[in-house]
């Protein structure tokens, strides 16, 4: 399979996953990155075999993902190279070369065989470099005696001719590159040869190889060197840590794009100390090397994670560098229990180009993860950085070593996990259903597992957010005040370490309590002027946040429509509620009205309960017929007054000899303030005989005044005797046609209407008003009445609050009417206030209407009609 089907393969598999996570869960988080696959395994010579007796290395040609491993010697000290290459899926070798360094200068007897040191891979060229060291005999030296040292550099071709790799250097035919006679080995010369090797790399800037090792001054101080070699062979300058700053102990170089030098201080300069270091490119050794910012890991700090990894490299290997600019190493990754650190198993830890953290695999014991990600414990073992964010790790567990690919869409690894953010104010818990004050500062934080934080993305649910670039460790933390109020969802997103979960979500639920504004639980009337005006109150709390407004919003319906700012203007930033009113003028007479308190901060809006109050409505005053018979002076005039549910403080006649009256009487007792017709009357003295008067009732309350319609009476003549006159007797005689024969000396009355109510459902409105159609019968000339409604049953007024009340038949809505004979009249009334109550509880209600009607002859009928009551489907509300 060619590398561009290998990572289209790989490419398919993270979109894949990166599919199902995003089905899964409302924000995909990142490919996980984990073990894709591993070969090798047995110990052996044979092909897709490894045997290392005493090292290894591997190498990686990033530009097609093939792999390069060199192993044994065999008995005869020749090292094999087999080169291996992804074959519908799977690593197979399809080329391999053997190498035998000179062992002549040892002489016969000898045991101690050459070792390798590392693989670089040199993509221009197309060339592979495995260095070769020669163990110091005392034979041959005298200083330095058992010290490796850089003996041979060998070059093959990348590119196999059928199933071989090709000495790169031409003319040679064993691919040696630089012989002893250029690296000096066996020198006695103090600091010519380059002592203990521990790794090689190629720089893509000049295609040098570079190696490093020791080389020991006149003071027998073993400083760390760097030694380059072209690539024809010839040796170029040497960089020597005349500081001391390594203490001897840095290994692994590897080069990037761009020429950096970087070896890897596994022990550290400092006690307690691990870092990546770079060499300068220029290999001036008056200049010392400096610490790469990010790769710093200090010990002490680190809970998790060990760098570069135990334990330490022998021989390279331990440091290299992708073409994309990740710098791969080995670490140490602690398996947690608990929530404790345990025991340390072997990983490799990646960082950026700029030194940042991007994150760790592996770190799998042999007991979990069914045999992924497990790495051995061994020196030997080794990594080599490939395309596409592929890393190769050759892991040696002397039973069966293997070559490990890591990368995106990967599995197997120890998966971090986090808690919910926890929320504290004042350093104390505060829990999801807890009200915090919007003037609180509230800390967020989350403890994770088998993960370090290495930046947080918070989401605070009020349109703030806020990013925690720095490196947290297994606590993150951030404080917020909230900017809006009301049950809010904060998310966390951590950026992890874990490369097998990059990314954590969590999110929990918070309720922030705004500034309170409490609607007052009843609008107060202004005296005097109560049909049009009205004063609201209520409370604002603002809870330590500056309120920016503070209104009333008003109007016929929930949907309101008015404002009106409240009286005090300014009312800071406190803690305590703050008494506010408004006045309103130009209301409607009679009518009822909605309600609610607002206030405003930064960040959002609090809104008061809905109320409702009512102007005043006027009483309903309608004039009935004088009580028969009159005397000649006397008479007792009579009418209805249905107070409207405000008290009616005054009630009288007007009478006189015409409409315009000229004498008033008070009736004999007042009303009250009930929502149903009352009967009053009052008697008249001082009249003359025989004399037409008219009358009316006239009633009022705080803010109106009502008056009946015109009446009349005639007083009784005077007799010869110059008493009263009889009785008037009536007589009524049917017919067989059904008509009235009046008799000559009779008088007739014309029977009462007899009205009726058109349907039997009403629709309610908002503010309580409904209609009802009144028919006339046609002999009538006109019909006047009034409509009186009552629930069908006792019930409570109070639906739902205060104190239990005594269950009563209720009167909900009164109306008059005058309805011409055979007509039909549409009234309109208005519930109570204990109807609009009782009808939003129950839905549906049934009442019963009381019809009471009289003609122009002031005849009187009763009839009772049952109707059903619904609320009218409810208008749009404005959104604030």
Same mark, same amino acid.
């Given at each position: 399979?060619?590398?561009?089907?290998?990572?289209?393969?790989?490419?398919?598999? &993270?979109?894949?996953?990166?599919?199902?996570?995003?089905?899964?869960?409302?924000?995909?988080?990142?490919?996980?990155?984990?073990?894709?696959?591993?070969?090798?395994?047995?110990?052996?010579?044979?092909?897709?075999?490894?045997?290392?007796?005493?090292?290894?290395?591997?190498?990686?040609?990033?530009?097609?993902?093939?792999?390069?491993?060199?192993?044994?010697?065999?008995?005869?000290?020749?090292?094999?190279?087999?080169?291996?290459?992804?074959?519908?899926?799977?690593?197979?070798?399809?080329?391999?070369?053997?190498?035998?360094?000179?062992?002549?200068?040892?002489?016969?007897?000898?045991?101690?065989?050459?070792?390798?040191?590392?693989?670089?891979?040199?993509?221009?060229?197309?060339?592979?470099?495995?260095?070769?060291?020669?163990?110091?005999?005392?034979?041959?030296?005298?200083?330095?005696? $058992?010290?490796? =040292?850089?003996?041979?550099?060998?070059?093959?071709?990348?590119?196999?001719?059928?199933?071989?790799?090709?000495?790169?250097?031409?003319?040679?035919?064993?691919?040696?590159?630089?012989?002893?006679?250029? !690296?000096?080995?066996?020198?006695?010369?103090?600091?010519?040869?380059?002592?203990?090797?521990?790794?090689?790399?190629?720089?893509?800037?000049?295609?040098?190889?570079?190696?490093?090792?020791?080389?020991?001054?006149?003071?027998?101080?073993?400083?760390?060197? !760097?030694?380059?070699?072209?690539?024809?062979?010839?040796?170029?300058?040497?960089?020597?840590?005349?500081?001391?700053?390594?203490?001897?102990?840095?290994?692994?170089? =590897?080069?990037?794009?761009?020429?950096?030098?970087?070896?890897?201080?596994?022990?550290?300069? $400092?006690?307690?100390?691990?870092?990546?270091?770079?060499?300068?490119?220029?290999?001036?050794?008056?200049?010392?090397?400096?610490?790469?910012?990010?790769?710093?890991?200090?010990?002490?700090?680190?809970?998790?994670?060990?760098?570069?990894?135990?334990? /330490?490299t022998e021989f390279g290997g331990s440091l290299s560098i992708g073409p994309e600019g990740t710098i791969y190493t080995k670490a140490g990754i602690k398996q947690q229990i608990e929530g404790q650190p345990?025991?340390?198993?072997?990983?490799?830890?990646?960082?950026?180009?700029?030194?940042?953290?991007?994150?760790?695999?592996?770190?799998?014991?042999?007991?979990?993860?069914?045999?992924?990600?497990?790495?051995?414990?061994?020196?030997?073992?080794?990594?080599?950085?490939?395309?596409?964010?592929?890393?190769? &790790?050759?892991?040696?567990?002397?039973?069966?070593?293997?070559?490990?690919?890591?990368?995106?869409?990967?599995?197997?690894?120890?998966?971090?996990?986090?808690?919910?953010?926890?929320?504290?104010?004042?350093?104390?818990?505060?829990?999801?259903?807890?009200?915090?004050?919007?003037?609180?500062?509230?800390?967020?934080?989350?403890?994770?597992?088998?993960?370090?934080?290495?930046?947080?993305?918070?989401?605070?649910?009020?349109?703030?957010?806020?990013?925690?670039?720095?490196?947290?460790?297994?606590?993150?933390?951030?404080? %917020?005040?909230?900017?809006?109020?009301?049950?809010?969802?904060?998310?966390?997103?951590?950026?992890?370490?874990?490369?097998?979960?990059? *990314?954590?979500?969590?999110?929990?639920?918070?309720?922030?309590?705004?500034? *309170?504004?409490?609607?007052?639980?009843?609008?107060?009337?202004?005296?005097?002027?109560?049909?049009?005006?009205?004063?609201?109150?209520?409370?604002?709390?603002?809870?330590?946040?500056?309120?920016?407004?503070?209104?009333?919003?008003?109007?016929?319906?929930?949907?309101?429509?008015?404002?009106?700012?409240?009286?005090?203007?300014?009312?800071?930033?406190?803690?305590?509620?703050?008494?506010?009113?408004?006045?309103?003028?130009?209301?409607?007479?009679? +009518?009822?009205?909605?309600?609610?308190l607002v206030a405003k901060y930064v960040g959002g809006t609090s809104d008061g309960a809905n109320q409702t109050f009512s102007t005043l409505p006027a009483p309903t005053a309608t004039t009935g017929a004088?009580?028969?018979?009159?005397?000649?002076?006397?008479?007792?005039?009579?009418?209805?007054?249905?107070?409207?549910?405000?008290?009616?403080?005054?009630?009288?006649?007007?009478?006189?000899?015409?409409?315009?009256?000229?004498?008033?009487?008070?009736?004999?007792?007042?009303?009250?303030?009930?929502? @149903?017709?009352?009967?009053?009357?009052?008697?008249?003295?001082?009249?003359?005989?025989?004399?037409?008067?008219?009358?009316?009732?006239?009633?009022?309350?705080?803010?109106?005044?009502?008056?009946?319609?015109?009446?009349?009476?005639?007083?009784?003549?005077?007799?010869?005797?110059?008493?009263?006159?009889?009785?008037?007797?009536?007589?009524?005689?049917?017919?067989?046609?059904?008509?009235?024969? &009046?008799?000559?000396?009779?008088?007739?009355?014309?029977?009462?209407?007899?009205?009726?109510?058109?349907?039997?459902?009403?629709?309610?409105?908002?503010?309580? =008003?409904?209609? !009802?159609?009144?028919?006339?019968?046609?002999?009538?000339?006109?019909? +006047?009445?009034?409509?009186?409604?009552?629930? !069908?049953?006792?019930?409570?007024?109070?639906?739902?609050?205060?104190?239990?009340?005594?269950?009563?038949?209720?009167?909900?809505?009164?109306?008059?009417?005058?309805?011409?004979?055979?007509?039909?009249?549409?009234?309109?009334?208005?519930?109570? @206030?204990?109807?609009?109550?009782?009808?939003? %509880?129950?839905?549906?209600?049934?009442?019963?209407?009381?019809?009471?009607?009289?003609?122009?002859?002031? =005849?009187?009928?009763?009839?009772?009609?049952?109707?059903?009551?619904?609320?009218?489907? /409810?208008?749009?509300?404005?959104?604030?």
């Amino acid at each position: 399979m060619s590398h561009a089907a290998t990572v289209l393969r790989r490419l398919v598999v &993270v979109l894949t996953g990166a599919l199902l996570v995003a089905a899964a869960t409302t924000a995909a988080a990142q490919a996980s990155y984990g073990e894709i696959g591993r070969f090798g395994g047995v110990r052996g010579t044979e092909p897709g075999q490894f045997e290392a007796r005493e090292a290894a290395a591997i190498g990686v040609d990033p530009g097609t993902n093939s792999v390069f491993v060199v192993d044994m010697p065999d008995e005869e000290n020749e090292f094999r190279i087999q080169k291996f290459e992804d074959i519908g899926g799977k690593y197979q070798v399809v080329a391999s070369a053997r190498f035998k360094p000179v062992d002549d200068e040892l002489g016969k007897g000898e045991e101690n065989l050459d070792t390798v040191d590392g693989v670089a891979i040199d993509t221009k060229l197309k060339r592979l470099y495995v260095l070769a060291n020669e163990p110091r005999s005392e034979k041959k030296t005298t200083i330095d005696v $058992e010290d490796e =040292a850089a003996a041979e550099l060998f070059a093959f071709s990348t590119e196999q001719v059928g199933t071989s790799l090709e000495p790169a250097v031409p003319g040679d035919k064993e691919g040696l590159l630089a012989s002893t006679k250029v !690296l000096k080995p066996l020198s006695n010369k103090q600091g010519e040869s380059l002592l203990e090797p521990n790794g090689i790399a190629v720089d893509p800037a000049n295609d040098d190889v570079i190696l490093l090792g020791k080389e020991e001054n006149t003071k027998f101080e073993s400083l760390t060197a !760097l030694e380059q070699v072209t690539d024809t062979g010839t040796l170029g300058s040497r960089w020597v840590d005349k500081d001391n700053y390594f203490e001897g102990e840095a290994n692994s170089p =590897a080069v990037s794009a761009s020429g950096d030098i970087y070896v890897d201080d596994g022990f550290g300069h $400092e006690l307690g100390v691990s870092e990546i270091a770079e060499i300068p490119s220029s290999f001036n050794d008056s200049v010392g090397p400096k610490a790469l910012p990010g790769t710093v890991f200090r010990e002490a700090e680190e809970k998790l994670t060990v760098f570069p990894g135990e334990p /330490p490299t022998e021989f390279g290997g331990s440091l290299s560098i992708g073409p994309e600019g990740t710098i791969y190493t080995k670490a140490g990754i602690k398996q947690q229990i608990e929530g404790q650190p345990e025991f340390a198993y072997p990983g490799v830890i990646e960082f950026n180009e700029k030194g940042e953290e991007e994150g760790w695999t592996g770190g799998q014991s042999a007991a979990s993860g069914g045999g992924k990600c497990t790495i051995s414990e061994t020196p030997a073992a080794q990594i080599a950085a490939g395309s596409g964010h592929d890393v190769f &790790v050759y892991s040696d567990n002397l039973e069966a070593p293997t070559i490990i690919e890591f990368g995106p869409g990967g599995t197997g690894c120890p998966v971090g996990s986090v808690t919910a953010p926890v929320a504290t104010v004042n350093n104390q818990l505060v829990l999801e259903e807890t009200k915090i004050p919007i003037a609180d500062s509230v800390t967020l934080s989350s403890t994770l597992r088998q993960a370090n934080a290495l930046s947080v993305e918070w989401e605070f649910g009020d349109g703030a957010k806020a990013t925690v670039s720095t490196r947290e460790g297994q606590k993150t933390e951030v404080t %917020h005040q909230f900017v809006e109020a009301g049950p809010l969802t904060v998310t966390e997103k951590i950026h992890t370490d874990d490369l097998q979960t990059p *990314e954590l979500v969590v999110t929990r639920k918070i309720n922030i309590q705004p500034p *309170e504004a409490v609607t007052g639980t009843r609008a107060e009337v202004e005296p005097g002027v109560t049909r049009t005006t009205a004063k609201l109150a209520g409370t604002v709390n603002p809870e330590g946040v500056p309120v920016s407004e503070c209104y009333f919003e008003y109007g016929t319906s929930t949907s309101y429509g008015s404002k009106a700012a409240c009286v005090p203007g300014t009312l800071g930033s406190g803690t305590a509620p703050v008494a506010v009113s408004a006045s309103l003028a130009g209301l409607a007479e009679g +009518t009822l009205y909605d309600y609610r308190l607002v206030a405003k901060y930064v960040g959002g809006t609090s809104d008061g309960a809905n109320q409702t109050f009512s102007t005043l409505p006027a009483p309903t005053a309608t004039t009935g017929a004088a009580s028969s018979p009159t005397g000649q002076t006397t008479a007792t005039l009579n009418a209805t007054v249905n107070p409207g549910g405000v008290a009616v403080t005054k009630c009288e006649f007007l009478y006189g000899k015409s409409t315009s009256y000229g004498s008033s009487v008070p009736c004999s007792s007042l009303p009250g303030s009930g929502t @149903s017709a009352v009967p009053v009357s009052a008697s008249l003295t001082g009249l003359t005989a025989n004399t037409t008067y008219h009358f009316e009732i006239v009633a009022s309350n705080a803010g109106w005044t009502s008056e009946g319609k015109d009446e009349k009476l005639v007083t009784a003549p005077v007799t010869s005797g110059g008493g009263e006159p009889p009785p008037t007797t009536t007589t009524t005689t049917a017919t067989t046609t059904g008509t009235l024969e &009046v008799l000559p000396s009779t008088t007739v009355q014309q029977p009462a209407p007899d009205v009726t109510l058109v349907g039997g459902a009403a629709s309610v409105s908002s503010a309580g =008003a409904f209609t !009802l159609k009144v028919s006339c019968p046609t002999g009538d000339t006109s019909c +006047t009445g009034t409509l009186t409604v009552k629930t !069908l049953k006792a019930v409570v007024a109070s639906v739902g609050h205060g104190a239990k009340s005594k269950a009563a038949i209720l009167t909900l809505a009164t109306g008059a009417f005058t309805v011409a004979g055979g007509q039909v009249k549409t009234v309109t009334l208005h519930l109570s @206030s204990p109807g609009r109550t009782l009808l939003a %509880h129950a839905h549906v209600l049934s009442v019963r209407v009381t019809i009471l009607a009289h003609n122009t002859a002031d =005849a009187t009928h009763t009839g009772t009609a049952t109707v059903t009551l619904r609320p009218a489907k /409810p208008a749009a509300k404005h959104h604030h």
